[in-house]
């Protein structure tokens, strides 16, 4: 208990600081990619791209989509993609150059980075499906990218959840 009260009472006073890569708590992923690219030679610019994927948008609510993906992590709202695993591996952290900058949920810039955990039965080949969150109004901010054919990278690859503690593997 003696060591608690010193803890809380420097929350309360705001000593506590966050970490500079913390991005938001509706984020996770975010937060977590940014802790693991400290590492100069795995930072977006240094990526080449691995694929040329034509780009289809899903959201929570659309028949046949549930709140997992197919590794049954709960969806994360511009971070889920579903790929053909036959090109893309599962579990792979990939970059998206066109989503760079494009409105988070919370009000935050996309960096580019999604994770690949999702499958479908429409997402054969050069193919990747973008989760936007819930409801058909989620996907307005992506359309301009719906049909189009994206520059994706693999980033790195990650282990578990990204709300169980996500751990990611440089390239």
């Known amino acids: ?20 890569f913390a991005q938001s708590a509706l984020d996770p992923i975010g937060d977590l990619i940014q802790e693991s690219l400290q590492d100069p030679a795995t930072t977006a610019e240094d990526l080449t791209p691995d694929w040329a994927l034509q780009a289809s948008l899903y959201h929570g609510g659309a028949p046949g989509v549930g709140g997992r993906d197919s ?12 790929i053909d695993r036959k090109l893309v591996p599962r579990r792979t952290l990939l970059f998206i150059k066109e989503t760079v900058g494009l409105p988070m ?22 193919r990747i499906d973008l989760f ?14 719906n049909m189009k054919t994206l520059t994706v990278a693999r980033a790195g690859a990650f282990e578990g959840c990204p709300q169980a503690g996500l751990r990611i593997a440089a390239r």
Do not use: E, N
Not at 71 to 82: E, I
Not at 132 to 145: D, N, Q, V
């Open 1 to 20: 208990m003696k060591r608690i009260l010193p803890c809380l009472a420097a929350l309360a006073l705001g000593i506590f600081t966050p970490p500079a």
């Open 71 to 82: 590794l049954g992590c709960p969806t994360v709202a511009m971070r889920t993609a579903a």
């Open 105 to 126: 949920p919370d009000g935050s810039t996309h960096d580019g980075y999604w994770y690949a955990s999702d499958v479908g039965g429409a997402i054969k080949g050069s």
């Open 132 to 145: 936007t969150g819930s409801g058909r109004s989620s996907m307005a901010p992506l359309m301009k990218l």
